[in-house]
Structure formats: structure tokens, C-alpha cells
């Protein structure tokens, strides 16, 4: 069976402020046939990749970045807010479109040479996951591609994440 996944993504105009077009995936998550189903889009262009490690961002890439990791035979590597790991962390700094924001991951969250998956559910601008990428690349590891549910396109993200292989389920406009 063929599940419309695009048809499960709610537009809520003028949030979290007016003139923005939030996609609020929230509608196909809840739909066990849906999210089942975006998993396996996820996982089917990255599953020969020997991917080792998925990690991703707080707090919506955990939605499926376990999952996928699962999916995959890899462990799941966490990125978080500052001063919520208990052990010594690994941290990057990067620029938000007012400000900068900060992650860390666990110091030894990336053997060197682990074959690394950056995913989250979204992909805009690329600063979060272009972050992610640093985070472990710099810890030694080779971010062998990034994946995504939705891709708001027209806003620079994969740009942002070139040369790596990105990868996306869905792709519509950052606005309409």
C-alpha cells in the first residue's frame, strides 16, 4: 500500500510568528501507517552505506533518528542543549538566523572512523545539521550522508551541507 505521506504534513500559517509557514509533521507521526512508512523512506537510500552511528538533534530528530538507527543495525548517538549529558562533552557553536545555539555530544560519542548518518526531521537553512556534521567529523568520524523527512527547499540547506550526500523523503517550499 502506497501512503500519501505529503498529505500528512499540516501547514499552520504565521507560526511561531507572523509570515512563516510552519510544516508541522506531527499529523503523519501519529499515523502508525504513515510513520512506518517514512521510516522505510528514510532507511531504503542510506541502508548500504554501512552506516555505523545515526545521530541527531533535540528534540524532533530523536523522532525517528532511533528508529532509523535501529533500522539500520547502528547505534543512536544523541545531540543536545547544553548541560544535559552527565559525562564530558564535545560541543559546536553555530549561527542561528538571530543569534547562535550550541550542541553538545558525548565526548567519546564517535570512535574515530565510525561511518556517520546526521539525520533530523527537517532540513531548512542547514546551521542545525551542518552542526551535527562538525560535531563529528571533528571527533574523527566520516558523515557518509545526512537524511531528512522533509526538505523545505528555497532556503539553502543543502548547500549549507555540501559536498555531503543529503537526502530527503519529502521536499516542499518553505513557503506557499
Not at 2 to 25: N, Q
Not at 101 to 121: C, I, S
Amino acid at each position: 500500500m502506497t501512503v500519501d505521506l505529503e498529505a500528512r504534513v499540516r501547514d499552520v500559517p504565521d507560526f511561531p510568528k507572523p509570515g512563516i509557514l510552519f510544516r508541522d509533521l506531527t499529523p503523519l507521526w501519529a499515523d502508525p501507517v504513515a510513520l512506518d512508512a517514512a521510516l522505510a523512506a528514510l532507511t531504503g537510500p542510506v541502508e548500504e552505506l554501512e552506516i555505523g552511528l545515526v545521530v541527531a538533534p533535540e528534540a524532533r530528530g530523536y523522532v525517528l533518528g532511533a528508529a532509523l538507527a535501529r533500522a539500520l543495525g547502528a547505534g543512536f548517538v544523541l545531540a543536545r542543549k547544553p548541560g544535559r549529558l552527565p559525562a564530558a562533552t564535545r560541543r559546536v557553536e553555530y549561527a542561528l538566523e538571530y543569534g547562535t545555539d550550541v550542541l553538545e555530544v558525548n565526548e567519546d560519542a564517535f570512535p574515530p572512523g565510525a561511518r556517520v548518518l546526521v539525520h533530523d526531521d527537517l532540513l531548512a537553512t542547514g546551521g542545525t545539521a551542518a552542526a551535527v556534521c562538525r560535531l563529528a567529523e571533528e571527533a574523527g568520524a566520516k558523515v557518509v550522508a545526512c537524511a531528512f523527512l522533509l526538505e523545505l527547499t528555497g532556503l539553502g540547506g543543502r548547500d549549507a551541507l555540501a559536498p555531503r550526500d543529503v537526502h530527503a523523503v519529502l521536499s516542499l517550499p518553505a513557503a506557499e
